[in-house]
Structure formats: C-alpha cells, structure tokens
C-alpha cells in the first residue's frame, strides 16, 4: 500500500492491484544446448482506492513471454545468440480517451551477446596481481511496433545503470518494448589476487549506439541521439580497510557528468564500518550519505561472534542518515544501538523515513535475542543490513583477525 501525502503536489501514482494473477513459467534445455524459456499469465488490473491520479483504465490482459537461444560458453568467451517475442491481449471494462479498448500486439527481438575473458599475470606497487581484460558486445534488433493507444499496467523505464544498459528493452514490466536497432560495446579490467581471487581493482566503461532513431521511449518523444550517455564506473580496495567505489554517468551532448556516485568505506574490521557516500543528479537530487556500524562501549573482550557463556556487555552503535543537500534537510535516517551482553542481544533502532516534501513516518524497533534460542520483539536486522554498507550481525561468524581497539 503506497503511503501518500497531504501535499497534492509530492502525491504518488499508486500501481495497479493484481486481482488475480495467475501464470507460469517454464525453462527447459534440449539437444545441443538449445535452451527454451516461456512464460504465460493472466491478469486483472484494478485501480487501488487511494491512488492520486484522475481515472485509469481497468481491465484485464493476457500475455506471453518466450525465446530460444544456443548459449555457446567457454572458459575464456561466450557467445549467446536469442530470438524472443512479447505477446499481450488487452480487454478494458470501459473505453478511455485515447486508448484502445480490445487489442493485441506481439512484438519480436533478436539479440546476439557475446563476451570474453582475458587474464595475465602482473605486479602492481610490487604486488603480485593477476590483470583481467573484459570486453562485452551485444546487438539488439527490434522493431518498431505502435504503443501509445495501448494500456500501461505495470511497464517503467529502467534506471540507466551498467546492468540496464545490457539489457534489450529500455523498460521493466510487459505493456512497453523500446524499439531498437544498436549495439552496446563495454570493457572491465580487474585486478584480483592470485591465490585467492578476492578483487583489489575494478575499472569499467560502456556506450551504446544506435543505427536508427528510437520510436517508443520513456518520454513519448522520438530519440534521434545516436550516442547514449557513457557509463564510468571504478572501484578499489588496494589500500588496506579502506574501499572506494565511484560510478558516473557523462553525456557526450552537455559535456559533463549527468549522475555521480562516490563513495569510500573504512573497515578495520568486523563490527568497525563508517561508510560516506555522495550522489548528484544533475538539476533532480543532491544527497550526502554517512552510515556507521562502531563500538562504543567495550566492556568485554571480543570472542569473535560466539557465545562463551559468560554475561560481558559490547555496546555498538548503528545508524545511517541522508541529507539532501538541494532541499537542506534530512530525509531519511536509522539510528540505534546493539548490546552484547555474551548471553543475551538487545537491539533499539529508531527509523525515519520522508514520505514527501514535509510528512515523514518514523518507527521504533526493539529486539531481544536469546542467543542460541530465539529472537523477541520487531525485527531491525533486515532494515541495518539493507541500509547500512558492511553492517554485520553481532553472532556472525567470521575468521579474520579481530582489529587493534583505538580505545586502548
């Protein structure tokens, strides 16, 4: 259920309710390596009572979801051509301006993605390291099939990240396919250890090029732009318990970045994480994250996440907060405090959360871990751990050396 606002102007556009929604899928693999997946479903689309926009339309719709593809994989490259089709079936319960009422589209896509692997040994500051080379291509041909005039349940356009732009369809859902004719071209370079694996470096970039002007975009405006934004993304841990991690989004057009994402994470150990992180998108947001997992009272010698059975006390605080910087002002925000008394966990975690310009919802969380036995009370382990960058569970276990304690 969408929580909405008092102000008409932050008010949200609530989905559809799915009443019912029954379906299907299948995966199967035949002969040499052909693999076939489908998927069929049926939906009704009912408008919630507390949604903030004028009439949509209701209805129901049918659709089908397939492909085929021979995925030829190796351990230095792989190459994946597919030949899929989105099909869909719309009934409405009454006629909207501008949308048809009864109709049905199938829409095809041949997609061929390939991508290797390349490894050498090297040193880097006088460390040995293994240096990888990743160049990844995939072509997209799609076309163009009229979209306007049909409804849109559940289709939103996919966030431009190094994920998305690697996919065939510039929309999430089954109501909306982009047409396309283009082809994606990105490389990664990694430095990993070599006994290990674990990764010390990552630097990455990604474009994508369009033969043809794009019909069916987010926006409902043609695309004529040939070349998409460029995709930069680095991250680094070769500086030891500290991580750094940056992700930018640069237009060819404006000349500068469009999104930016920077952040660093010091980690001398576990249970000992503060983490800063800043985002920008350019004339939307500009934010500033600090999120902290620390001890602040330690009055127990650590015995690395188990039990002993004696009743010393570790407390830790816990927490994340964003401000806004465009709009001056926190926006959301976790603060608490965990206690390890050896026999017993106490969690206490205050959460704040902006549901629009001036209305917040904020709850309190209290737990009681019997360790060994069971846990009491409201449950914050998955809010910390989803909003905090290397939070980790007090009963974890782990064998890394325990760190230095900079209170000692």
Known sequence: QVL???????????????????????????????????EGEFNRFETPDNNASGPRPNGMRVHALGS???????????????????????????????????????????????AWTFERDSTWFGRAVRQTLEPRLLYVDTPYVRQGDLPNFDAAAKDFNYESVFSDNLFSGVDRVSDAHQLTAGVTTRLLDPDTGAEALRLGIVQRYRFRDQQVTPDLQPSTQRFSDVLLLGSTSLVRNWNFDA?????????????????VRYSPGPFWTVSATY??????????????????YRGAADTGGRATGACGGNLYGVGRVNYSMRDSRLIDSIVGFEYDAGCWIGRVVAERLSTGRSDATTRLLLQLELVGLSRLGSNPLQVLKDNIPGYRLLREERTAPLPINPYD
């Open 4 to 38: 909405q606002t008092a102000d008409p102007a932050t008010r949200i556009e609530a989905p559809y309710e799915r009443v019912p929604q029954v379906g299907s899928r299948y995966l199967g693999r035949y002969g040499p390596g052909i693999e076939l997946a489908f």
């Open 68 to 114: 085929v593809s021979r995925p030829v994989v190796t351990p230095g490259w792989t190459f994946v051509p597919k030949l899929a089709f989105n099909a869909a079936s719309y009934s409405l319960d009454a006629p909207v301006a501008g949308v048809r009422g009864d109709a049905s589209r199938v829409i095809p896509t041949l997609s061929v993605d390939s």
């Open 247 to 263: 992700a930018v989004q640069y237009s060819p057009d404006s000349k500068r970045a469009e999104r930016s994402i920077v952040g």
């Open 279 to 296: 985002r920008l998108t350019r004339g939307l947001t500009e934010q500033m994250e600090i999120g902290w997992q620390w001890p602040v």
